[in-house]
Nanobody, 124 residues
Framework: QVQLVESGGGLVAAGGSLRLACVASTRAFRLYRMGWFRQARGKEREAVGSIDWSSTQKTYADSVQGRFTISRDNAKNAVYLQMNSLKPEDTAVYFC?????????????????WGQGTQVTVSS
């Protein structure tokens, strides 16, 4: 398993932006598919987006398409989630996840390693 540590969460007003980061404790980071998920209070965890090892393929949930962007820096063992035009309904704990698989996936079961999460709160 890979240890994942998220950072960058916080409180932001609606319409604002945040950039989340997730750093992985593996020298083989470039081999991992990475995903971002979120869980709002009282709701099930849902997929936000996914990126393949080469950044060639990216997949987003319809709810964040056009507002959120996933990127990665394999030299830094890091994946990022740039969140723009934030809405109150984006309020959740955001998790990054890793899998030693190709392509992208929005399925939680396809990921073997998870971070502890970082809280994002968007005020109206």
């Amino acid at each position: 398993q890979v240890q994942l540590v998220e950072s960058g969460g916080g409180l932001v007003a609606a319409g604002g932006s945040l950039r989340l980061a997730c750093v992985a404790s593996t020298r083989a980071f470039r081999l991992y598919r990475m995903g971002w998920f979120r869980q709002a209070r009282g709701k099930e965890r849902e997929a936000v987006g996914s990126i393949d090892w080469s950044s060639t393929q990216k997949t987003y949930a319809d709810s964040v398409q056009g507002r959120f962007t996933i990127s990665r820096d394999n030299a830094k063992n890091a994946v990022y989630l740039q969140m723009n035009s934030l809405k109150p309904e984006d309020t959740a704990v955001y998790f990054c996840a890793a899998a030693t698989s190709s392509g992208t996936s929005m399925r939680q079961g396809d990921y073997s390693s998870w971070g502890q999460g970082t809280q994002v709160t968007v005020s109206s």
